[in-house]
């Protein structure tokens, strides 16, 4: 999320409670997470495992929860807890705005573009010419819709993103990490029936030029789908994964967080995919590999029984 203006890192270290480190002149221009930081951002970090990556990161003003150095040039804010404190920014630049109505008033609708009845579009949304709204549809605030889009009935775009805080001590346990970024839907996209896409906790969930959604598929919070891709129903996408441009993920493909599925790629029906793949290739299985060798060791395994048999018998020979 990028502020309306900028602000003073001094004036945030006040609002939050923070001691300063390092540069205290500059200014923070936007808020986001670790993978998406361009500078002049502020990110948090509160394991020690991470701290590396975040000094080191693009973001220039980070909360932390413990002193340590400070490389020149970037703000640290120290405080005890830097998820609230990140909840609390949040909260104050980007506040929930109530609706009014079914189509707000802030909303810019293009030319050609056709609402149908009991959709919901909320505030600051950007819907682009000649798109189709199908009955139901739910558009959360700020989302962006570009030209030549049909989204299908009883979609939801720009709901709050999974991201959770476990405090064990409490008798509630997860605190919720306010979600401030958007969706942005580029030119020519479908997306099919019942499907839902989350925005980002600060960033954007972005779907590419040209891609198409099957029914009920679910894009999780920060994930960009490149351009041309093809989904199938019920495939599920983690939290900032990354799908390049021209991939195809057949029916029930579940797709973990935090990986990147290569240019081209195809992933056959019911496959789970843990880890990276490498573009251009066919995939197939749970955890998936390529698909020939996986199906040639589907052969094997159904010969077990038949193998051991042969063994047995042998043995009593």
Not at 22 to 43: L, M, R, Y
Not at 217 to 237: D, E, M, R, Y
Request: hydrophobic share 40%; proline share 4%.
């Amino acid at each position: 999320m990028k502020f309306e203006k900028p602000v003073p890192v001094q004036w945030i270290a006040d609002f939050i409670g923070a001691e300063l480190i390092g540069n205290k002149e500059q200014e923070a221009t936007g808020i986001n997470e670790i993978h998406k930081v361009t500078a002049g951002d502020i990110s948090f970090v509160d394991f020690e495992k991470y701290y590396s990556a975040s000094i080191n990161s693009a973001a220039t003003i980070i909360i932390i929860n413990k002193k340590i150095d400070c490389p020149d040039g970037k703000t640290l804010l120290v405080i005890t807890d830097p998820f609230s404190a990140y909840v609390k920014i949040v909260n104050h630049f980007r506040p929930f705005e109530p609706a009014t109505k079914l189509i707000s008033d802030s909303a810019v609708i293009g030319k050609g573009t056709h609402i149908q009845p009991g959709v919901f579009v909320g505030n600051h949304v950007t819907i682009g010419e000649n798109c189709l709204i199908h009955p139901n549809v739910t558009i959360y605030d700020h989302c962006v819709i570009g030209n030549n889009v049909i989204i299908h009935a009883g979609c939801v775009l720009g709901a709050d993103a999974f991201y959770f805080k476990r405090r064990r001590e409490r008798e509630v346990q997860y605190d919720k990490l306010v979600s401030c970024g958007r969706v942005i839907v580029e030119d020519d996209v479908e997306i099919g029936a019942g499907s839902t896409i989350d925005k980002g906790v600060s960033g954007d969930t972005i779907i590419g030029k040209g891609t198409k959604l099957d029914n009920h598929i679910h894009i999780g919070h920060g994930a960009v789908i490149g351009k041309n891709c093809l989904f199938a129903a019920q495939v599920g996408i983690g939290g900032k994964a990354i799908i390049e441009d021209e991939v195809i993920l057949w029916g029930q493909v579940g797709v973990s967080k935090d990986l990147t599925i290569g240019k081209g790629a195809i992933v056959l029906a019911q496959s789970g995919v843990p880890a990276s793949l490498e573009g251009g290739k066919t995939y197939f299985g749970s955890p998936v590999g390529e698909a020939k060798p996986k199906m040639r060791e589907l052969a094997w395994i159904k010969r077990i029984p038949e193998i051991w048999e042969m063994v047995n018998k042998n043995k009593k020979d």
